[in-house]
């Protein structure tokens, strides 16, 4: 078994680390916040240098770019503790041109980087149902299958690495783009008294009824939006998948205008609400009271 190191232990990490731990690896987590979560048969560190000692894997599940930073080069200086030969396995959702130069840079320093971002919030995390979307050496992906399906259902290997990061981005922009697009139809629902509810029975037995859609129903019945996928980190993600999609040159009209609507509910307050709170602000656009 690999031995790994750890680093995040927000709502995602804490039950992905802990599910890799029952399922045998060697687990030692660490978080720049100071805390003691419930993590099972894993290890909690008070130190980087711990935390890493003897690693062969460093799993990162932080929240954004600056933050894997922050945890490589800056004040987690992870690069300059661990032996060459190590792979840092990104599972944080970060941009394409981010993700090749942090490889890049640990290329640089004897190390090799594979992008591992998940699809799935928190209960997924918890169930081990995760679907992983790598990209890196396809030799290291077959390595590291077992620890992903440690704590998913399915692991893709997409290709080279940044691979892995275009996809997810892909796939959160999808999820964004479907939750403002109900959202949009709900507050026209609830302002011309056909009621949002109703437009939620009437769709689920079309063929445009969707999973996501079932998990956000209670949010959206009871009008309470508790962080799940919170509302800022998809804005984020939509901001990054303007941004590479800009780099290849391909126009997105409806990403760009669902995007604006995300910077809209941040503006007016709703960053850490679920991302289904974009409804709120489709609601006050809409002129309808949520």
Same mark, same amino acid.
């Given at each position: 078994?690999?031995?790994?190191?750890?680093?995040?232990?927000?709502?995602?990490?804490?039950?992905?680390?802990?599910?890799?731990a029952e399922k045998g690896f060697?687990?030692?987590?660490?978080?720049?916040?100071?805390?003691?979560?419930?993590?099972?048969?894993?290890?909690?560190?008070?130190? !980087? /240098?711990?935390? =890493?000692?003897?690693? &062969? *894997? $460093?799993?990162? #599940?932080?929240?954004? %770019?600056?933050?894997?930073?922050?945890?490589?080069?800056?004040?987690?200086? !992870? /690069?300059?503790? =661990?032996?060459?030969? &190590? *792979? $840092?396995?990104? #599972?944080?959702?970060? %941009?394409?041109?981010?993700?090749?130069?942090?490889?890049?840079?640990?290329?640089?320093?004897?190390?090799?980087?594979?992008?591992?971002? $998940?699809?799935?919030?928190?209960?997924?995390?918890?169930?081990?149902?995760?679907?992983?979307?790598?990209?890196?050496?396809?030799?290291?992906?077959?390595?590291?299958?077992?620890?992903?399906?440690?704590?998913?259902?399915?692991?893709?290997?997409?290709?080279?690495?940044?691979?892995?990061?275009?996809?997810?981005?892909?796939?959160?922009?999808?999820?964004?783009?479907?939750?403002?697009?109900?959202?949009?139809?709900?507050?026209?629902?609830?302002?011309?008294?056909?009621?949002?509810?109703?437009?939620?029975?009437?769709?689920?037995?079309?063929?445009?009824?969707?999973?996501?859609?079932?998990?956000?129903?209670?949010?959206?019945?009871?009008?309470?939006?508790?962080?799940?996928?919170?509302?800022?980190?998809?804005?984020?993600?939509?901001?990054?998948?303007?941004?590479?999609?800009?780099?290849?040159?391909?126009?997105?009209?409806?990403?760009?205008?669902?995007?604006?609507?995300?910077?809209?509910?941040?503006?007016?307050?709703?960053?850490?609400?679920?991302?289904?709170?974009?409804?709120?602000?489709?609601?006050r656009l809409a002129g309808s009271?949520?």
């Amino acid at each position: 078994m690999e031995k790994i190191a750890w680093i995040g232990l927000g709502t995602m990490g804490v039950p992905m680390a802990r599910n890799a731990a029952e399922k045998g690896f060697h687990v030692t987590a660490y978080n720049r916040t100071p805390k003691l979560p419930d993590v099972g048969a894993a290890k909690v560190a008070d130190s !980087v /240098a711990t935390t =890493v000692e003897g690693a &062969t *894997v $460093v799993c990162i #599940m932080v929240s954004d %770019g600056a933050a894997v930073e922050d945890v490589l080069f800056g004040s987690g200086n !992870v /690069a300059a503790q =661990v032996d060459r030969g &190590t *792979v $840092v396995v990104n #599972m944080s959702t970060i %941009g394409v041109e981010e993700t090749k130069n942090f490889a890049l840079r640990l290329a640089d320093l004897g190390l090799e980087w594979v992008d591992a971002p $998940v699809s799935g919030s928190v209960g997924p995390a918890r169930d081990g149902t995760l679907v992983f979307m790598v990209g890196g050496m396809e030799s290291t992906y077959e390595r590291l299958k077992p620890l992903f399906l440690a704590m998913g259902k399915e692991a893709f290997y997409l290709g080279p690495v940044s691979s892995g990061a275009g996809m997810k981005l892909l796939v959160n922009a999808y999820l964004g783009t479907v939750v403002e697009a109900v959202s949009e139809c709900m507050a026209i629902a609830d302002k011309s008294g056909l009621d949002r509810m109703k437009y939620l029975e009437v769709l689920k037995q079309t063929g445009m009824w969707a999973p996501i859609l079932a998990a956000k129903t209670p949010m959206w019945r009871d009008n309470e939006f508790p962080q799940s996928f919170a509302l800022k980190h998809m804005a984020k993600d939509m901001g990054l998948t303007s941004q590479f999609a800009r780099s290849i040159s391909a126009a997105t009209p409806t990403l760009s205008n669902t995007l604006q609507v995300y910077l809209s509910a941040l503006a007016n307050d709703l960053a850490e609400q679920d991302m289904a709170g974009v409804f709120r602000e489709t609601s006050r656009l809409a002129g309808s009271e949520a």
